[in-house]
């Protein structure tokens, strides 16, 4: 069946280093989209990154992702953490079948001074 | 202005007691959704709706009932409310193909 697989429960960094959280799928579809979702605290889940290319650099708010369909992956990074990007971050591809967002368990990221 | 409204957004109910869930959104949108969110969980679809009378099981549709009376509003019913379904209540709207969702700011739902 269709899953996605966030590895990371919680994931703790250091201020200005680098972070990856990761994200990887199981889809019997062929073409999808994918999503990064982020959540603040006591906030509502919002958009941060969106991508349906192949292979393609997707950026956004200092964040980056690429899609690769041959190792079904979506990894999220960020080449140096701010206080402010402690949240939520959830991983959602798109599941066209049923016209919905299938979201992976999260990843709770905090970033320490 | 918010797009996506919740109501209430605290609720207290007893177990075996009726609770229901409103959502409201003016993006004019097709789509509406339910989730719950729970640590180690996630976000999980509970019902969604194409549009107004259409409504469909998500993934976790056991113990709920929903309700999409017209393009803006989308209600989700408990009917017999448990402890078990103590949770933060989301819910989302979205156009259909590969279009971002929308969050209301969710409700706390406690039963006690």
């Known amino acids: 069946g269709d899953s996605v697989t966030q590895t990371e429960g919680l994931v703790t960094v250091t201020e200005g280093l680098p972070v990856k959280l990761n994200c990887t799928y199981q889809?019997?579809?062929?073409?999808?989209?994918f999503f990064w979702y982020v959540q603040y605290l006591n906030e509502a889940p919002q958009v941060l990154l969106r991508?349906?290319?192949?292979?393609k650099r997707t950026e956004h708010q200092g964040f980056h992702a690429t899609l690769h369909k041959s190792s079904s992956s979506f990894h999220l990074q960020k080449s140096s953490a701010q206080l402010s990007d402690s949240a939520l971050y959830y991983c959602a591809p798109f599941m066209p079948n049923y016209n919905v967002l299938y979201f992976g368990s999260g990843t709770k990221l905090t970033v320490e001074p | 202005e918010a797009a996506v409204t919740q109501s209430p957004r605290n609720k207290v109910a007893v177990t075996g007691g009726k609770v229901t869930l409103s959502c409201n959104q003016t993006n004019n949108h097709n789509n509406m959704y339910w989730y719950r969110q729970d640590t180690g969980h996630g976000l999980r679809l509970i019902h969604y709706s194409y549009g107004a009378g259409s409504t469909e099981k998500g993934d976790i549709p056991d113990g709920y009932k929903a309700s999409r009376p017209s393009q803006e509003n989308f209600s989700l019913i408990l009917e017999l409310a448990t402890p078990s379904q103590t949770s933060v209540y989301f819910c989302?709207?979205?156009?259909?193909?590969?279009?971002?969702?929308?969050f209301g700011p969710g409700t706390r739902l406690t039963v006690l």
């Open positions: 991508s349906s290319t192949d292979n």
């Open positions: 889809t019997t579809y062929l073409t999808i989209a």
């Open positions: 989302a709207s979205g156009n259909r193909g590969y279009a971002e969702q929308f």
